[in-house]
């Protein structure tokens, strides 16, 4: 399998402790309102409030990006996009796995090419993945160059693509070409992780 490495933009996030510190501010802030996870719009929300706190200027922020995968335009890094997901353990594989949802492709035919363009305009994935487990919530932040996710290793047979590095992307048609990133073994980006946060999932809200 071949050695996947930071790019000069990860490895500058990756170093960045602010990053991490305001990162578990949130997720503690956040539980101690709201039992349901983390994830969606309202993680691109809170990402840009962590991004501004750890001393990265915004110049677009998520709610006046109109383009796909351009979630948060950071004057050091460029665009950014926002995922988050939910870690699934598949036991008899006795390994994570995860889903990352990407964006319409709408009238396209030729899926790779369409998707390495769009990929193009942003520069990496900040990823807030998290699994619930006895009461308690575990959140992991990845930093990940687009080329590590989505490259030219990939060939589409039909809506889907040959496995790269424990990766595979699809396109659903009957989702408005929406493109998936389904990785079978989270541990081959282990070395993307920023940050861990495990926190107790809450009994009620407490936002009143």
Not at 60 to 71: H, Q
Not at 86 to 113: A, N, T
Not at 148 to 157: A, E, H, P, Y
Request: include cysteine.
């Amino acid at each position: 399998m071949q050695k996947i490495r930071f790019n000069t933009v990860a490895d500058l996030i990756n170093k960045k402790k602010k990053l991490c510190e305001y990162y578990k501010l949130a997720i503690f802030k956040y539980h101690s309102q709201f039992r349901l996870p983390l994830k969606g719009r309202m993680w691109e929300e809170v990402l840009e409030n962590i991004l501004e706190k750890a001393g990265f200027k915004i110049l677009t922020p998520v709610d006046l990006s109109a383009k796909r995968g351009r979630d948060i335009e950071v004057s050091q890094f460029n665009w950014v996009s926002c995922k988050s997901c939910k870690i699934v353990w598949k036991k008899r594989l006795g390994v994570q796995s995860c889903s990352i949802s990407g964006y319409r492709l709408s009238k396209v035919e030729d899926f790779l090419e369409s998707i390495l363009i769009f990929d193009k305009s942003f520069d990496f994935y900040i990823i807030s993945m998290y699994s619930l487990i006895d009461g308690h919530y575990t959140y992991e932040l990845f930093v990940m160059p687009v080329k590590i996710l989505v490259n030219s290793n990939f060939r589409f047979d039909g809506n889907k693509t040959n496995i790269h590095n424990c990766t595979q992307l699809r396109v659903e048609k009957a989702l408005a070409s929406q493109l998936w990133i389904d990785i079978y073994d989270l541990s081959v980006y282990r070395q993307f992780r920023v940050i861990k946060v495990t926190v107790q999932r809450p009994n009620k809200i407490n936002l009143l």
